[in-house]
């Protein structure tokens, strides 16, 4: 009986390990490889048009970007939605000269929540944001209501490697159950 219970055991961690694994984000899926503005870029007073592209995105999912300021305070983004493949768009309120941070989560077409965060300069002297695939989608005006961090965009959502892992816990903590009665029921049969 012990041995039953130890293999038992050793198949529920296998299968709790090859779930976790499946959820690990694969490194290559959903990387930025472009903006306007991008990392680093200067553009100018008023840019209004937010333009990513990353390598490989499920349209399915949620694309997500929020911004803060110069001073730190967070700035409206309007909802975020998906232009050409690849390409996720966002309208901002006319950006003020200075250092903007943006931060932006994305669903790979892996399945995996993708999250990165970049800064980039508005100035008198920048240039023209380019709008791209962006240009032609009808994007949501933003509203004070707005200016919210990722975390409060997604609230209510949990990564996919944490729904793995709990569906891993019940399926070990019923299957440790199963052989607990079987055992009891060995040990005292009824009469």
Same mark, same amino acid.
């Given at each position: 009986?012990?041995?039953?219970?130890? *293999?038992?055991?050793?198949?529920?961690?296998? $299968?709790?390990?090859?779930?976790?694994?499946?959820?690990?984000?694969?490194?290559?899926?959903?990387?930025?490889?472009? =903006?306007?503005?991008?990392?680093?870029?200067?553009?100018?007073?008023?840019?209004?048009?937010?333009?990513?592209?990353?390598?490989?995105? %499920?349209?399915?999912?949620?694309?997500?970007?929020?911004?803060?300021?110069? !001073?730190?305070?967070?700035?409206?983004? =309007? @909802?975020?939605?998906?232009?050409?493949?690849?390409?996720?768009?966002?309208?901002?309120?006319?950006?003020?000269? =200075?250092?903007?941070?943006? /931060?932006?989560?994305?669903?790979?077409?892996?399945?995996? *929540?993708?999250?990165?965060?970049?800064?980039?300069?508005?100035?008198?002297?920048?240039?023209?944001?380019?709008?791209?695939?962006?240009?032609?989608?009808?994007?949501? @005006?933003?509203?004070? @209501? %707005?200016?919210?961090?990722? @975390?409060?965009? !997604?609230?209510? /959502?949990?990564?996919?490697?944490?729904?793995?892992?709990?569906?891993?816990?019940?399926?070990?903590?019923?299957?440790?159950?199963?052989?607990? $009665?079987?055992?009891?029921? *060995? *040990?005292?049969?009824?009469?």
């Amino acid at each position: 009986m012990r041995r039953l219970l130890l *293999r038992s055991f050793a198949l529920l961690a296998t $299968i709790l390990t090859a779930c976790t694994l499946a959820a690990v984000p694969a490194s290559a899926h959903g990387d930025l490889v472009d =903006g306007s503005p991008g990392p680093g870029d200067d553009v100018a007073v008023g840019t209004t048009v937010l333009r990513l592209e990353f390598t490989a995105l %499920d349209t399915g999912g949620t694309p997500l970007v929020a911004m803060r300021g110069p !001073s730190g305070d967070l700035l409206p983004v =309007g @909802e975020a939605t998906y232009g050409e493949k690849g390409t996720v768009c966002a309208l901002a309120a006319p950006l003020e000269a =200075g250092v903007h941070e943006l /931060t932006y989560s994305v669903i790979s077409d892996d399945g995996d *929540r993708q999250t990165g965060t970049y800064s980039f300069e508005v100035s008198e002297t920048g240039a023209p944001s380019d709008p791209g695939a962006c240009a032609s989608p009808a994007l949501e @005006e933003p509203g004070p @209501e %707005d200016a919210q961090t990722i @975390e409060q965009k !997604s609230s209510g /959502t949990l990564p996919t490697g944490v729904l793995y892992g709990l569906g891993g816990l019940a399926v070990l903590v019923g299957g440790l159950l199963v052989l607990r $009665i079987r055992s009891d029921r *060995r *040990r005292h049969p009824a009469a």
